[in-house]
């Protein structure tokens, strides 16, 4: 396993990428809890994910990317994994509720487990937790916390502020 440091506007983002591809980008003070990752990383920024990665964040931070071209290694249950996999379905500048990503997944009874999939998204930014809100359009929950997730939403709509 490869890790790096990118530093984003939001901070010190550590990339981490297995030889399949981008399994997490860790924010500052990050729990381990909420995404495992090996103790036995070897800092190599030149490794070609995350090299990518990088260069893909650079675009996305400077409004030239809507969305990325990375493999990925995401590891979690079946039902996290399809959620994960759900928020790129979301369009850039435009937001869902948790309700709608339940709904799209077939199982709109389950806007808590959404929620708490969503709070374990190992590649934040990437697949785009940040454009899930409440029910009433209110900005809840986010990893890097609220103001992290104001700023990339944004970032994705800089024209008509969404909040």
Same mark, same amino acid.
């Given at each position: 396993?490869?890790?790096?440091?990118?530093?984003?506007?939001?901070?010190?983002?550590?990339?981490?990428?297995?030889?399949?591809?981008?399994?997490?980008?860790?924010?500052?003070?990050?729990?381990?809890?909420?995404?495992?990752?090996?103790?036995?990383?070897?800092?190599?920024?030149?490794?070609?994910?995350?090299?990518?990665?990088?260069?893909?964040?650079?675009?996305?931070?400077?409004?030239?990317?809507?969305?990325?071209?990375?493999?990925?290694?995401?590891?979690?249950?079946?039902?996290? =994994?399809? $959620?994960?996999? #759900? +928020?790129?379905?979301?369009?850039? !500048?435009?937001? &869902?509720?948790?309700?709608?990503?339940?709904?799209?997944?077939?199982?709109?009874?389950?806007?808590?487990?959404?929620?708490?999939?969503?709070?374990?998204?190992?590649?934040?930014?990437?697949?785009?937790?940040?454009?899930? =809100?409440? $029910?009433?359009? #209110? +900005?809840?929950?986010?990893?890097? !916390?609220?103001? &992290?997730?104001?700023?990339?939403?944004?970032?994705?709509?800089?024209?008509?502020?969404?909040?």
């Amino acid at each position: 396993m490869y890790c790096s440091t990118y530093q984003s506007p939001l901070g010190p983002l550590e990339l981490v990428a297995s030889d399949d591809g981008l399994l997490a980008i860790l924010w500052p003070d990050d729990p381990p809890e909420r995404v495992a990752v090996p103790d036995d990383l070897v800092e190599k920024p030149q490794n070609p994910v995350l090299a990518k990665t990088a260069k893909q964040l650079d675009e996305y931070f400077a409004g030239k990317r809507k969305s990325f071209d990375l493999p990925l290694d995401l590891r979690g249950t079946e039902f996290q =994994v399809a $959620a994960w996999r #759900s +928020l790129a379905e979301i369009p850039y !500048g435009e937001t &869902a509720t948790y309700g709608e990503q339940a709904a799209s997944l077939g199982r709109p009874k389950a806007v808590r487990a959404i929620g708490a999939a969503n709070g374990r998204n190992p590649v934040s930014i990437v697949l785009p937790c940040h454009r899930v =809100v409440g $029910a009433n359009g #209110s +900005l809840t929950g986010f990893a890097a !916390g609220l103001d &992290a997730k104001k700023f990339l939403l944004d970032l994705e709509s800089p024209d008509n502020r969404l909040f």
